[in-house]
């Protein structure tokens, strides 16, 4: 039976275990604090923790500290339900943020002995390369994760990651997004055609090792069909690049002209792109969008209809009935019909922007060099700067909840703010 020893407001449980070959007591023990403050209440959680406890170190599930090294309490970190619920992408970047910047300095030390000065380390050493504090955050993420499983499972009394600091993180108020006329330029660009110049250049021919010079030339460039489909939907939507690319004839309703998310694409190192959930449970969503949108989806599945008919066999997707089991945004150039690469997007993004600014020689008509994401932005910004209500907002880009939309885009909050105000003194004042 175990022994319990009150130590002013905690309580040492102790379990016998047996002898040494020296005949000496072999003792097991742990410190437990109580929840509770009523005597009896206090007596009852007491014994139920010895109970629990002396089950553990007769059945030889109770793992001490001080025999567990920062690695093997990962191997047992990677079977806990915690860390198997994550998508796949998460877990293997976890993984990889441990073994460049945990285990060469915590690897083999007890994980009892580790100390918040052991880990304080690690992120000064960062913090001195000029990393970034949110780049210092997201090594701490796993690094915590991993302390507090041996925390929870009781191989460790304290958390010693509760007790460091890290570098306070310079906060972005200012969201990248296009204004109203910048969303209307990039959707007109998207059916421009643009004159792409290219700078003579010197090469040099392998055979001979001779010099020869290409001059300048140009060509002219459009956007192909699907990508114009694409950033006018991206931009409608506020869908996630995952979201996008995930998206199948069978989620577009052209009755109701609604669109459903169910599920995204995720980039993994060991089995690339994978289809999995959406980012949140509020991810699962129907929105409706504009005539536009369904009448570029529309020739866009006719076009690829009659791609999959040209190809043949070398069509790697549905035909027939099973038509709209296909991606709606596709590989183009190998395994065609597949989904779209989840890069593509972006380069092809930063590509039209790239175009459309060349193009023009007025600096207040050329666009701003934003991120793919920043279409989500700029769909939000709008939508709220027009006076749409968060909640609506929110669902349409899926947020868990209204609050994290609010975070977010106060900015847009802040503009309604002002037109509230002038709107009640033009009232009052009348």
């Excluded at 021919?205 to 956007?223: F, I």
């Amino acid at each position: 039976m175990a022994n319990i020893r009150q130590r002013g407001n905690t309580y040492q449980i102790s379990v016998y275990v047996g002898r040494d070959d020296k005949g000496k007591k072999i003792c097991e023990s742990m410190t437990f604090t109580p929840t509770e403050t009523a005597p009896s209440k206090v007596q009852k959680e007491v014994e139920k923790a010895a109970m629990e406890f002396e089950e553990r170190v007769k059945n030889g599930k109770y793992l001490k500290g001080d025999k567990l090294t920062f690695n093997q309490v990962i191997d047992y970190w990677k079977q806990d339900r915690a860390f198997k619920d994550l998508t796949l992408s998460i877990q293997e970047d976890y993984i990889r943020i441990l073994n460049q910047r945990a285990v060469p300095v915590l690897g083999n030390i007890p994980v009892n002995k580790i100390s918040p000065l052991h880990i304080q380390q690690i992120y000064n050493d960062m913090e001195n390369e000029g990393r970034a504090p949110g780049t210092i955050k997201r090594v701490h993420v796993p690094i915590n994760s991993v302390m507090k499983y041996a925390f929870r499972m009781e191989i460790i009394e304290t958390n010693p990651c509760d007790r460091v600091r890290l570098p306070k993180l310079q906060k972005d108020d200012s969201l990248h997004y296009f204004d109203i006329d910048q969303a209307k330029i990039f959707l007109k660009a998207l059916s421009g055609t643009f004159d792409v110049i290219h700078k003579g250049h010197t090469r040099k021919l392998k055979q001979t090792g001779e010099n020869y010079t290409v001059p300048d030339y140009s060509y002219k460039m459009t956007v192909p069909y699907q990508f114009q489909v694409y950033f006018t939907i991206a931009l409608y939507s506020g869908f996630r690049r995952g979201e996008m690319i995930a998206l199948r004839w069978q989620d577009v309703n052209f009755d109701t002209k609604s669109i459903s998310v169910n599920k995204s694409i995720a980039k993994t190192q060991s089995k690339g792109q994978i289809v999995k959930g959406t980012k949140t449970v509020s991810g699962n969503r129907e929105i409706k969008l504009p005539d536009i949108c369904f009448s570029m989806l529309k020739e866009w599945k006719a076009q690829q209809k009659e791609l999959s008919l040209k190809l043949g066999t070398a069509w790697e997707g549905y035909r027939g009935k099973e038509f709209d089991d296909n991606y709606i945004f596709i590989r183009t150039e190998d395994h065609i019909g597949q989904h779209m690469g989840i890069d593509t997007p972006s380069h092809k993004f930063q590509q039209i922007i790239e175009m459309y600014n060349n193009s023009v020689d007025d600096p207040d008509l050329k666009l701003p060099v934003i991120r793919l994401h920043d279409l989500r932005h700029t769909s939000a910004t709008l939508l709220l700067a027009k006076g749409v209500d968060i909640e609506t907002v929110s669902h349409r880009l899926g947020h868990a909840n209204p609050s994290v939309t609010l975070d977010v885009y106060g900015h847009a909050l802040e503009s309604m703010d002002e037109v509230a105000s002038d709107t009640l003194g033009d009232l009052l004042a009348n």
